[in-house]
Every structure is written in structure tokens, then in C-alpha cells.
């Protein structure tokens, strides 16, 4: 790319210094027009020029920065299209219940945590995952309760769709045999007693959350500076949150007090669009740092949870096909949020699992779109993780994001065949046939659903090697993309899932200073060594964030 030193001469005359210059770097843009690249120069927050070692020396004055990256692997930074940041800063402080592989092991964590606790202060967090258990069997509050008679527990599953209560957090909860389910929800219930088990799903979670103690917003800007640091040493220079809500303010804070070391897209609920709307923001509105103005509402559940809304039934409970989000109530609800939203100019984003929650909200979108007119609306499903067949085109064509989470794929791939069958698991976690038709996909991770380390979600995308390591040619290997094609996702496709293609995605002269310095290049390793690659140095508006000293 040539430089123009011309427009980079300081206004007296005196020679331009950049501030910070990258040189022997493997440099690979992300931008079409100029893939490759040995330097880089950074004046302030921006990118100034891009080209090769001598060009770039050129710009270093006395006080200029260099990194020399000695030949390894550099990137635009990581922007994580769907996070719930601040859940990932408590689970940071929180007992880790991930890979606990027996329900023992699970029992046991708890007791140990509650030794850690005063007396009477609430457990929650804890993403366990019963799909690695032996038998695969829920947990119950007998598990725990025997180590809990003073603390109450409210531990979720992973996937945030359901969470074991003991039997004080019940009890505070008010949650008996005589409690009905709500709607969008479940109470566990004993066969042959009929009393709560303590899982309660999706809706019925809300049982338990309405009686937890909020955290003071202190604790949550500590929670926010926990996850922001965890981000910079994984090269996630950008983030959105899709349930930010009200924790706006606490971002505020830490970018007030010069500790936000990421770009953070706040997403609302949308059940309070109106709210958002009366204020007359728009989408993606603030600045480079902090913007609001997206919207995030529900279709269905989860497949690990069975409420994942399918067509058909699950092969494993045959009783049910799933059940809409109680959002989804009354019949019309969802279209009427969607389409006011949406002609208040704000960011739809749903969530959809199942075939038939994809299906219901693609049909939502079009009629929305047809209704409100043709504009720059970007509206995006979350997650679409199993899609029928015909309804796969139907993203490209009506412009729908498909913002997906690849290690969902190599997670859930251990035991979703059981649940739908090998029919419907063709096309799951799609991206293959998404991308080919023209689909645009958006990457990130769901943390704290996945670990939040963007490597581990190129592999999972590039791979499909289950976590199981029961396939290790790949679950479903033809819908497996490159290495390019996922980074691809992962930077310009989230990028442009929040209307930031301009600001960031590519390392090109204007842009944001956003850049990732990896230990390996993992466009040339084996894709199976990817999952194992460190992040060396962070860049994020111009500021080295992270960097491992060596
Ligand atoms: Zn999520």
C-alpha cells in the first residue's frame, strides 16, 4: 500500500513520527484489496499505513513504539459477535463447575466453594454440563443439599437454559410441588413424588432469579474489569453483549477510569424496546468504545435443555418438540416488538435454535421488512443452529445475519444426534452451506456458554472434532469452512453484524488500531494444533493491552 508522507507531515513542517510502528510481521489484513503486509503504522487510535518494513521505518521518529513481531502471524483483533460479558467477569470469581465429569465431582466443587463463603451468600454461575456425565442424568438438590444447609445455590447449566436450585434457594423461591409451570418454562418435577428436583428451565428460572440479592455496582464494575482483562489476553479487542441491559453504566465506569480494554456493543432486552425507543437512539449508537441500541429477544431454548423448538420431536423425549420462548406469548407478541423496534430504526437480534424457531423468526423478519421498507436494517439470528434445509438460502436472501458460535458445535456435537437424529443433524451448525450461499456469518462464542478464546472456535469451525474425540474427521465434516473463512467471520462478519465494517475488520490506513500478534500462524499449522495457539501481543485503539513478555 503506498504511503503518502505528504498528508503525514506534522502542520510546522518537522518530520511525522508515528506512534507506534509493527514491523516483521506475518501480516495478514483481512482487507482483499491488500491481503498481506510486513508493517504496520499506528498514529493515536487509527491504522496510518500499511506495507512493507522500509516503508514503515520510514514513519518511526525517536519516541515511536516498535514492536517487532518477528515474523509471526499478525490480525485485526477478535470481535466476539455474541457474549455475555458480565457473567463472564462474575464466572471468573465464581466455583467452575465446566469440567466437573461426574455428579460427585460436581457436588464435591460446591462443598468446597461453600467453605470459601460466608454464611448465607448466594452460589450461582457454576456452567456445569451433565452431557459428560456417565449416564448423562440431571443433577437434583440431594446432591448438593447435604453440603448447602445455609447457602443457597442456584448453579446453571452452560447453556444458561436451566439451573439446579437446592433446597434452600427453593424454598426461598417459594417453589413447591403446587408451583405450575409458568409459560416458556419447566419445574422439574420427581416422577414418582412429583416434587421439584430443583432444575428449573428456561422461564421457570426466573423463580430463583427474582429472590437473588443483586450484586452492588461495584462488584459489577470489578466483574467488568475481570472480563475485559480476561478478553485482552485472548486478542478479543471487541465484544457485544447480548444481555448488557442495564450494565451500560458499569462499561461507562471502566472506560471512564481508563480500564476498558474492549469495545463493547451493549445489547438491550427487547421486551423494554419501547423504552430504548422513546429515548430516540438508533442502532449502534456512541462511540468507538461503548454503543447501544441493538435489541436481543428469545424464539425458543436450547437443545441441551430439550426446549430447543423443533418441527419434529426429539428422538430421546418424544413428547416433546420443544417449547417457544415466553417471549413468543401471546401469539403476535413477537411481531409486534420486532416490527416497532425495527421502525424505531433500533438492531433486532433473536435468539433460535430449533428448526421451527429459526423458521418462525425468519417469517417474522420478511413480513417486518416488507412492511417497514427496505433500509439498512441488518437483523440477525443468533446461534441458528439447526436449520431445515430450505430455510438455509432464506439468511442471503433476506439479508439476515446468521451469527453463529462454532465451539457450540464440537460441544454439543457429542450427544446431538441422540436428541434429533442424523437427519436433521446434517444441517446443524450449518456454516458450510450458509457461506455458500451467500450467507453472511458472524462469529463469536457465547461466553460464558464457551470459553471465550477466539482459537478454539476457528478450530471448532475448521475442524469439527467434537470434544469427545469421537469424530475426528469432523462431525458433519462437508459443512467444516478454511481457516480464512472463519477468521473471516470472526473479524469482518461480526464487524459488520454491528455496523462497524468501516471502523474495524481489516487492517487497513483509517481504521482502528484493533491488532492481534499470534505465536503461530495458524493459517499454516495443522488446523488441529489451532485450539493450542497464544495470543503474543494485544493492540486495542492504538494501546498495547496485553502482551506476553518473553
Ligand atoms: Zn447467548
Known amino acids: 500500500?503506498?504511503?503518502?508522507?505528504?498528508?503525514?507531515?506534522?502542520?510546522?513542517?518537522?518530520?511525522?513520527?508515528?506512534?507506534?510502528?509493527?514491523?516483521?510481521?506475518?501480516?495478514?489484513?483481512?482487507?482483499?484489496?491488500?491481503?498481506?503486509?510486513?508493517?504496520?503504522?499506528?498514529?493515536?487510535?487509527?491504522?496510518?499505513?500499511?506495507?512493507?518494513?522500509?516503508?514503515?521505518?520510514?514513519?518511526?521518529?525517536?519516541?515511536?513504539?516498535?514492536?517487532?513481531?518477528?515474523?509471526?502471524?499478525?490480525?485485526?483483533?477478535?470481535?466476539?459477535a455474541h457474549v455475555h460479558f458480565m457473567s463472564g467477569g462474575f464466572q471468573l470469581s465464581s466455583v467452575d463447575l465446566r469440567d466437573a465429569n461426574t455428579p460427585q465431582e460436581f457436588a464435591e466443587r460446591i462443598r468446597d466453594f461453600v467453605a470459601k463463603l460466608p454464611k448465607g451468600r448466594w452460589i450461582?454461575?457454576?456452567?456445569?454440563?451433565?452431557?459428560?456425565?456417565?449416564?448423562?442424568?440431571?443433577?437434583?438438590?440431594e446432591l448438593i443439599d447435604p453440603y448447602t444447609p445455609d447457602t443457597p445455590v442456584f448453579v446453571n447449566r452452560l447453556d444458561g437454559h436451566m439451573a439446579?436450585?437446592?433446597?434452600?434457594?427453593?424454598?426461598?423461591?417459594?417453589?413447591?410441588?403446587?408451583?405450575?409451570?409458568?409459560?416458556?418454562?419447566?419445574?422439574?418435577?420427581?416422577?414418582?413424588?412429583?416434587?421439584?428436583?430443583?432444575?428449573?428451565?428456561?422461564?421457570?428460572?426466573?423463580?430463583?432469579?427474582?429472590?437473588i440479592p443483586a450484586a452492588s455496582f461495584e462488584e459489577k464494575v470489578a466483574a467488568a474489569r475481570a472480563a475485559t482483562n480476561h478478553a485482552a489476553s485472548l486478542g478479543v479487542t471487541s465484544v457485544q453483549d447480548m444481555s448488557a441491559g442495564a450494565d451500560v453504566g458499569v462499561y461507562q465506569t471502566l472506560l471512564?477510569?481508563?480500564?476498558?480494554?474492549?469495545?463493547?456493543?451493549?445489547?438491550?432486552?427487547?421486551?423494554?424496546?419501547?423504552?430504548?425507543?422513546?429515548?430516540?437512539?438508533?442502532?449502534?449508537?456512541?462511540?468507538?468504545?461503548?454503543?447501544?441500541?441493538?435489541?436481543?429477544?428469545?424464539?425458543?431454548?436450547?437443545?441441551?435443555?430439550?426446549?430447543?423448538?423443533?418441527?419434529?420431536?426429539?428422538?430421546?423425549?418424544?413428547?416433546?418438540?420443544?417449547?417457544?420462548?415466553?417471549?413468543?406469548?401471546?401469539?403476535?407478541?413477537?411481531?409486534?416488538?420486532?416490527?416497532?423496534?425495527?421502525?424505531?430504526?433500533?438492531?433486532v437480534i433473536i435468539h433460535a435454535i430449533g428448526d421451527r424457531a429459526n423458521d418462525n423468526m425468519l417469517s417474522i423478519y420478511e413480513r417486518v421488512e416488507k412492511e417497514n421498507g427496505d433500509r439498512d436494517r441488518r437483523f440477525r439470528i443468533e446461534h441458528a443452529q439447526h436449520l431445515r434445509p430450505q430455510d438455509i438460502t432464506r439468511f442471503a436472501r433476506d439479508k439476515v445475519i446468521a451469527s453463529m458460535q462454532p465451539y457450540h458445535a464440537i460441544d454439543d456435537g457429542r450427544w446431538a444426534e441422540k436428541r434429533i437424529g442424523p437427519e436433521r443433524a446434517k444441517t446443524t451448525y450449518a456454516f458450510r452451506s450458509l457461506l455458500d450461499s451467500g450467507a453472511m456469518l458472524a462469529f463469536g462464542t457465547d461466553w460464558t456458554v464457551a470459553p471465550l478464546n477466539p482459537m478454539l472456535s476457528i478450530y471448532a469451525a475448521v475442524t469439527r472434532r467434537t470434544l469427545d474425540g469421537k469424530h475426528p474427521n469432523g462431525w458433519i465434516p462437508e459443512q467444516r469452512i478454511s481457516v480464512e473463512e472463519a477468521i473471516r467471520a470472526y473479524i469482518v462478519g461480526s464487524a459488520f453484524a454491528e455496523f462497524q465494517e468501516n471502523e474495524k475488520g481489516t487492517i487497513t490506513p483509517g481504521k482502528l488500531a484493533d491488532i492481534v500478534i499470534l505465536a503461530r500462524d495458524i493459517f499454516k499449522i495443522d488446523p488441529k494444533e489451532i485450539e493450542k495457539v497464544k495470543v503474543v501481543t494485544t493492540i486495542m485503539d492504538g494501546r498495547v493491552i496485553y502482551e506476553v513478555k518473553n
Do not use: C
Not at 450461582?124 to 438438590?141: F, I
Open 124 to 141: 450461582t454461575g457454576g456452567d456445569w454440563d451433565h452431557e459428560r456425565w456417565p449416564d448423562a442424568k440431571l443433577p437434583t438438590k
Open 1 to 80: 500500500m503506498s504511503i503518502n508522507f505528504a498528508t503525514h507531515a506534522n502542520p510546522d513542517g518537522s518530520r511525522f513520527a508515528a506512534d507506534l510502528i509493527i514491523v516483521n510481521g506475518n501480516i495478514h489484513t483481512m482487507d482483499r484489496s491488500h491481503p498481506t503486509a510486513e508493517a504496520s503504522a499506528i498514529n493515536g487510535n487509527r491504522i496510518i499505513a500499511v506495507g512493507s518494513n522500509d516503508e514503515i521505518e520510514k514513519l518511526a521518529g525517536a519516541n515511536t513504539k516498535v514492536i517487532d513481531a518477528k515474523g509471526q502471524l499478525v490480525l485485526p483483533g477478535f470481535n466476539d
Open 256 to 347: 471512564d477510569r481508563g480500564e476498558l480494554k474492549t469495545r463493547v456493543y451493549a445489547v438491550w432486552p427487547l421486551p423494554g424496546w419501547d423504552r430504548l425507543a422513546r429515548t430516540g437512539v438508533r442502532a449502534h449508537f456512541g462511540s468507538a468504545m461503548l454503543r447501544t441500541g441493538g435489541l436481543k429477544g428469545f424464539a425458543d431454548g436450547s437443545l441441551g435443555s430439550t426446549t430447543a423448538l423443533f418441527f419434529e420431536p426429539y428422538l430421546d423425549e418424544p413428547n416433546t418438540s420443544g417449547i417457544p420462548s415466553d417471549e413468543m406469548f401471546p401469539e403476535g407478541a413477537m411481531l409486534e416488538r420486532v416490527r416497532g423496534a425495527d421502525r424505531a430504526g433500533l438492531q
Open 164 to 211: 439446579l436450585a437446592n433446597r434452600l434457594a427453593l424454598k426461598l423461591a417459594g417453589v413447591t410441588r403446587e408451583t405450575k409451570d409458568p409459560p416458556g418454562g419447566v419445574v422439574v418435577r420427581d416422577s414418582k413424588t412429583g416434587e421439584p428436583t430443583g432444575i428449573l428451565k428456561d422461564a421457570a428460572q426466573s423463580f430463583v432469579w427474582k429472590v
